[in-house]
């Protein structure tokens, strides 16, 4: 059949008119929202949720991750090219782990210009402790103990992932953790929620700035809400059960702490509590987060855990999962596929209430909105931002002055560090101390392998030494990849012997042992703490013959190393430090750096200690009555006691605590405890003061120690300084087994030193009655 020039001529100009008008009315309905600035941004999201479908709401509840090469061309069939039509659609609020300016603009072009109504898209990574320049690993940055550091380190992470294309990060981890064993220990504050809850708050303000929609910053997220740290035996993704008391003083503050710095999102873990998948959890979701607290953004689950409901026996299909988490209040299912295949039907069929569709589309939408998404969606695609941001020295300078701020000194007999720097023969040994990879720690996807500074290479540029190393063992064989799991070396010590021969003629040996860094982080539980594989062999065998030993561990998580507490005269917890990590290693065993970290988790004596935490209860029986009773809280083959407890950390600089006196100011509701510190050294150094209380009878008992306070504080040689902490409501106070924050009156006893081992303490009666 054949068809006139004309009609085909109109057909075109249909199609067109067709084509252009579609396009108008999106870009009619997008620039009614966009450009109506007397509006606030609650009033545009309304606007633009009316124009919506129940599809396109439910679409910005679905997240997927990286599907398709965007190198190449768009996926044909498949999954791919389902999630490919999906996000064509309008039926992708988010994606995961695509980056690179050139990624992200491939597939943001493909939601504002190919859907219907131009939705961008928010782009999550796990920026964790850096992007492609990396800071120390978040354990290893709470021991600096320096919020002003940890929230520029944040800052930092936000400007170079901002720059490649991310505008949301699935970090703060808060999770409080006393258990050594959980390999996700590296990612969190350590054991205790008053320093836990301040480093939370500093590393959300950090990555989201004082301006959101300022293009050097990204959308923190807190997670993994709640209880994830606790973990049974310390396996990652095993079953948590604790009581309320534990819920609410332990696990809560540092989420409380990031809603106050206002995180736009939260992410829900894995673990159940009380019987219920935390995904399906309406008491934590709905109650506790978006009621009791009344957080305003969204709950993204984590990786999966709506699908893993039912692997949980609570969702007998995908279908109930999906509907569970979406009644329960989780906003964004990150990769179990079940909002976007299962909610529409749910709707239709009346299980679903369209009303909790809008709430979370609408929370989800805010952020955009916060964004500045919806007035540059392209505004984190700036290729030449990009190349000029990403490792830029300034980066470097700030990480390096994170890493020797987190570094903490265990012990130093006969001030052996730090080194000379000339005429001596220093003996250095172990394979990670010429590791350029390990040093980067784990959640570092977006560094490239082999661009930290190695500990050799930061020694070798002190030019008054001779520096001399050996191998003498490796850590582990095989793959070293975020993955798989390591296989640790646990035979092969063909290197001992010319490891000992240049430890025998040296004036120095440095001995660099410890994790690699994919030895922690996610699914990387241990059940032996100690150095891994025959690296304890090896560091007996040089003591042996060499006693003049400086032993630097790199590790994610604290280590039970009872042989050398006792033996090795000097060590260094030098943890993970990332991109410059030795260079700040170097710097401190030279003393151009006067170590200043404490720690923030107790390190054992053995694995049979763990959990072991400094703020623990007294019970009925805490200490032994008399000589030969058996009949009492301990252990009949080991101390009570940690190997080094929170808050330990030594400095090159000697400081003493004295003249504490507390006053009790009733009319002002404050607590004042002043104390001198001195420097009674003639090196200039930083202590971290720290203040501890203990409410002797409670309606609910109270640790034998909470910290309350703390000051970091600078002293010259041989300096003193008064310096006051103020105790009020807020550090006095608990919440009970009702989840309300009480404060009883009473006898408290205070404390302030060093560490959580202080003995310098006072006494106060305190009357007030919170409730007036």
């Known amino acids: 059949m054949k068809i006139s020039k004309n009609i085909i001529t109109l057909l075109v100009i249909a199609i067109c008119f067709i084509s252009c008008n579609r396009s108008n009315d999106k870009l009619a309905v997008l620039s009614e929202v966009e450009n109506d600035t007397s509006t606030t941004i609650d009033n545009k999201v309304e606007e633009l949720l009316s124009k919506m479908t129940l599809e396109e709401k439910i679409g910005q509840m679905n997240q997927y991750n990286g599907f398709w090469d965007l190198t190449g061309p768009a996926p044909a069939e498949g999954a791919a090219a389902k999630k490919y039509e999906h996000l064509r659609k309008g039926y992708v609020g988010s994606m995961l782990n695509v980056r690179g300016v050139e990624d992200v603009r491939k597939v943001q072009k493909v939601a504002v210009e190919e859907t219907r109504l131009g939705i961008p898209l928010i782009i999550g990574f796990d920026v964790i402790h850096g992007y492609e320049t990396l800071s120390p690993i978040p354990l290893a940055e709470s021991a600096s103990w320096d919020l002003e550091a940890i929230k520029k380190s944040a800052e930092v992470a936000a400007e170079e992932a901002a720059a490649a294309g991310i505008n949301w990060t699935f970090a703060p981890m808060v999770d409080i953790s006393r258990d050594a064993r959980w390999g996700r220990v590296m990612e969190g504050a350590g054991e205790d929620p008053f320093l836990g809850s301040k480093i939370a708050k500093a590393r959300v303000e950090g990555f989201q700035g004082n301006d959101l929609s300022d293009y050097k910053t990204i959308a923190a997220c807190a997670k993994h809400f709640a209880g994830y740290g606790f973990a049974e035996a310390g396996r990652d993704y095993n079953t948590v059960d604790v009581g309320t008391s534990t819920l609410n003083n332990i696990i809560f503050p540092p989420f409380q702490a990031a809603i106050e710095a206002d995180v736009k999102t939260f992410m829900n873990s894995f673990n159940e509590l009380n019987g219920v998948p935390a995904t399906g959890n309406k008491y934590l979701q709905r109650d506790i987060l978006k009621g009791k607290w009344n957080f305003d953004g969204f709950m993204v689950s984590d990786w999966g855990s ?3 409901m039912i692997a949980h026996g609570h969702a007998k299909d995908g279908k109930q999962a999906a509907e569970m988490a979406v009644k329960a209040g989780s906003d964004m299912d990150m990769e179990s596929y079940l909002y976007v295949e299962e909610l529409a039907g749910l709707v239709k069929e009346g299980k679903v209430d369209e009303v909790l569709i809008d709430d979370a589309a609408r929370r989800i939408l805010k952020v955009k909105f916060e964004l500045g998404l919806f007035d540059d969606p392209y505004k984190y695609c700036n290729e030449e931002r990009e190349k000029a941001t990403l490792g830029k020295q300034e980066f470097h300078d700030a990480v390096l002055d994170m890493a020797v701020k987190s570094v903490v000194l265990l012990k130093n007999e006969n001030d052996l ?26 959640w570092r996807i977006a560094a490239k392998d082999e661009t930290a500074v190695s500990v050799l290479e930061g020694l070798k540029q002190y030019n008054g030494n ?20 390591l296989k640790i070396n646990n035979t092969d010590k063909s290197g001992f012997s010319e490891a000992k021969a240049i430890a025998k003629n040296a004036d120095v040996v440095i001995m660099v042992l410890g994790e690699h860094g994919f030895q922690s982080g996610e699914a990387r539980s241990r059940t032996e703490i100690g150095l891994p594989g025959v690296q304890q062999e090896l560091l007996e065998e040089i003591y042996a013959v060499n006693k003049n030993i400086v032993l630097v561990l790199n590790n994610g998580r604290p280590l039970a190393i009872p042989w050398a507490a006792e033996h090795i005269p000097a060590i260094v917890e030098a943890w993970q430090l990332g991109t410059q990590s030795g260079n700040a290693i170097a710097k401190i065993l030279y003393g151009d750096y006067n170590p200043s970290g404490k720690l923030p988790m107790s390190f054992p004596r053995n694995v049979g200690q763990v959990p072991i935490y400094y703020n623990y209860k007294n019970t009925g029986r805490p200490s032994n009555p008399e000589p030969g009773v058996v009949f009492w ?6 101390s009570n006691t940690p190997l080094y407890p929170f ?20 009319s002002a509701e404050e607590v004042s405890v002043s104390f001198t510190l001195k420097n009674n050294s003639k090196i200039k150094g930083k202590e971290v003061a720290q203040l501890y209380i203990k409410d002797l009878y409670a309606s609910v008992t109270r640790p034998v120690r909470e910290l309350k306070g703390f000051e970091l504080v600078e002293l010259n040689a041989f300096e003193e300084k008064s310096i006051t902490l103020t105790l009020t409501k807020a550090e006095l106070g608990f919440y009970n087994n009702e989840g309300k924050y009480v404060l009883e009156p009473g006898e408290f006893e205070v404390f302030v030193g060093g560490s959580s081992n202080t003995v310098l303490k006072e006494k106060f009666d305190l009357q007030w009655d919170i409730n007036q």
């Open 417 to 442: 560090l730090p080194l000379k720097k000339g005429n001596q023969k220093i003996a250095v040994i172990g394979a990670l101390a010429n590791d350029k990879t390990s040093p980067l720690g784990s």
């Open 647 to 666: 808050g330990h950390g030594l400095s090159y600089s000697k400081f003493e605590y004295s003249n504490m006196e507390v006053v009790v100011n009733n």
């Open 466 to 485: 001779e520096i001399v190393y050996a191998k003498g063992a490796d850590v582990s064989i095989g793959e070293t990849n975020f993955v798989k799991n």
């Open 633 to 638: 809280s301990h252990y009949i083959d080991q």
């Open 306 to 308: 709506i699908t893993e």
